[in-house]
Nanobody
Framework: QVQLVESGGGLVQAGDSLRLSCVAS????????MGWFRQAPGKERESVAA????????IYAESVKGRFTISRDNAKNTVYLQMNNLKPEDTAVYYC????????????????WGQGTQVTVSS
């Protein structure tokens, strides 16, 4: 079993930056493929960014390419989402997700979810 705890959300203005963190516990973090998803009010949950445990493969939503970066620190069992040049349309609850060794990670193919952290971007 894996527990994921996100932090770092908040209220910011358009153009600002935020870094989300997700700490994993309960299983060898280094073998987990990790991702970030988001869900805006009235919309379906969507993939934002994800990568394999080795970081050899990564995917980003078109809407965040060039602005968001996913990274991990295996020594701290933590995955990050650096979000730059935030836009009002980035407003959503952001979820950390993990999958045991299989790729890719999609909304329907996640083994573990975090509880979510709210990101609100004002114009």
């Amino acid at each position: 079993q894996v527990q994921l705890v996100e932090s770092g959300g908040g209220l910011v203005q358009a153009g600002d930056s935020l870094r989300l963190s997700c700490v994993a516990s309960g299983r060898a973090f280094g073998s987990l493929n990790m991702g970030w998803f988001r869900q805006a009010p009235g919309k379906e949950r969507e993939s934002v960014a994800a990568f394999t445990w080795s970081e050899a493969n990564s995917i980003y939503a078109e809407s965040v390419k060039g602005r968001f970066t996913i990274s991990r620190d295996n020594a701290k069992n933590t995955v990050y989402l650096q979000m730059n040049n935030l836009k009002p349309e980035d407003t959503a609850v952001y979820y950390c997700a993990a999958r045991n060794g299989r790729w890719p990670i999609t909304v329907d193919e996640v083994d573990y979810w975090g509880q979510g952290t709210q990101v609100t971007v004002s114009s």
